[in-house]
């Protein structure tokens, strides 16, 4: 009974980590019924993926399972209970009796039942290893958990900025488009009135179609980062539903300053990274592994007792019946298994060297990855500073390059320069916004600040 219950308190604690991300999606619980006809915040995403995305949902299924492998190897501690039963029937001739005398020692038929409980004492330290390989097992679950959900959720607030962008360009595309066909126009009236030549309207016409594919390359690639998005979600989409899927995002691309030094973020990462962390039990877990390949060269005790009941050895009548309890203890000891505990001990010392090696080797390679993070985001906050009065410039010159082309001191190419260098200033305008804020985004996944718990 004692035994049942500590199992589900430790089966409670396992599944709070799971509450605590459920809680999360309380007040969104039911976000996701009307998810396409309705605006969708950065923040709504990341709480539908909470609940819905594939990946997260199999962790999950992971996590709950390790339920299971908790039980077993915390099972060594707890008492066991075991009912048998037997019955046998022999050749009388194989039954002994003293020479000369008309009984026997037994009979031919005989059964016997009873109910045994098994306590381990002593394992040569398995039990107390057993405990706390259990509560490791638990937290690096857990922790491998909460890993899985730091990297969807990258992943939805990379896509939902791949989204913003793409409607960005179509409209820095559009507005191209749009220009040029002012150009063309105004080209073929000063055509039609003798001023221009025909290669005037040609090549107005000629960079009118070369604007066209990028519009529809746009087009596309906003379409496409909204199936990625809803396939991240975990939603199906209705028969209904075209290619082009209705969603309707309401942030923009976030351009705060986001102020941190590369000391901070890589002290941040060491102390928060949960990969790092489940590395940790690993080495722990390891250690207790050579813990439980010492407990062979030890002994083990146990202790038992029960209840058993048997038919009489003397009578042949099966109903007459011997009962009673019984108590007792037994010690093991290998004194020789052939070395293999010896074995068992090389092995475990190994995997644990191996599971030191693999912590150091994933310290340098965050401290890596937070290092390109941080390059990243660098460069990504030099290049936004750099475009922030680039298209007012852009939109600046084009404005004089008509006003000269119509006083007559400017030429159409320097026109069309004018409208391609505005294209090109909004296009990499937009690109900076998205670099910066996916920069920010894959920085704080870097240093291990989780989405869930900053986002609005």
């Not at 306590?119 to 057993?130: C, F, K, P, T, V």
């Not at 007459?320 to 052939?338: K, L, P, T």
């Amino acid at each position: 009974m004692i035994g049942m219950c500590s199992l589900g308190y430790h089966r409670k604690r396992l599944f709070y980590g799971i509450g605590l991300w459920a809680t999360l999606l309380s007040a969104t619980a039911g976000a996701a019924t009307n998810w396409i006809d309705r605006p969708l915040s950065l923040a709504d995403a990341l709480n539908i993926a909470l609940q819905q995305n594939g990946t997260i949902l199999k962790a999950r299924s992971d996590l709950e399972g390790n339920v299971g492998l908790v039980a077993q190897t915390r099972a060594i501690v707890y008492p066991k209970a075991a009912i048998a039963g037997q019955y046998q029937r022999i050749q009388e001739s194989s039954i002994d009796s003293p020479a000369g005398a008309t009984f026997m020692f037994g009979t031919d038929q005989s059964w016997t039942t009873e109910i045994r409980l098994v306590q381990s004492l002593y394992e040569g330290g398995r039990m107390a290893s057993a405990l706390r390989s259990a509560k490791l097992s638990q937290q690096q679950a857990l922790l491998q958990y909460q890993t899985v959900i730091a990297d969807t959720l990258l992943a939805v607030r990379t896509n939902y900025y791949d989204i913003l962008l793409a409607a960005q360009q179509i409209g820095v595309r559009e507005a191209s488009v749009k220009l040029l066909q002012q150009e063309l126009d105004d080209q073929k009236r000063r055509f039609d009135a003798g001023t221009v030549p025909r290669f005037n309207v040609l090549r107005a016409e000629v960079a009118l179609a070369n604007a066209r594919p990028q519009l529809s390359r746009a087009r596309n690639a906003f379409r496409i980062a909204k199936n990625n998005l809803v396939n991240l979600l975990g939603f199906n989409l209705p028969p209904e539903v075209l290619e082009d899927v209705p969603l309707q995002l309401t942030d923009k691309l976030n351009t705060d300053p986001y102020p941190i030094e590369l000391p901070t973020a890589i002290r941040q990462a060491f102390a928060n990274r949960t990969e790092l962390a489940s590395l940790r039990k690993e080495e722990a877990l390891r250690k207790e592994d050579i813990v439980t390949a010492r407990a062979g060269y030890l002994p083990s005790l146990q202790a038992f007792g029960g209840y058993g009941l048997r038919s009489s050895a003397f009578e042949n009548d099966l109903t007459a019946e011997r009962h009673g309890w019984f108590v007792g203890a037994q010690i093991g000891w290998d004194i020789f298994d052939g070395m293999l505990t010896r074995g068992k001990v090389i092995s475990a010392k190994s995997a644990h060297a191996k599971s030191i090696t693999e912590l150091d080797d994933s310290s340098r390679r965050i401290e890596l990855e937070v290092r390109t993070a941080y390059s990243q985001f660098l460069e990504a906050r030099e290049v936004l500073e750099s475009q922030a009065k680039v298209q007012e410039e852009a939109e600046e010159s084009l404005r004089l390059a008509n006003a000269r082309a119509d006083a007559g001191t400017a030429t159409q190419l320097d026109v069309l320069d004018a409208e391609t260098s505005l294209t090109e200033a909004r296009t990499n305008q937009s690109l900076a916004q998205r670099d910066y804020a996916v920069a920010v985004a894959k920085l704080e996944r870097a240093v291990g600040l989780t989405t869930a718990t900053t986002a609005p």
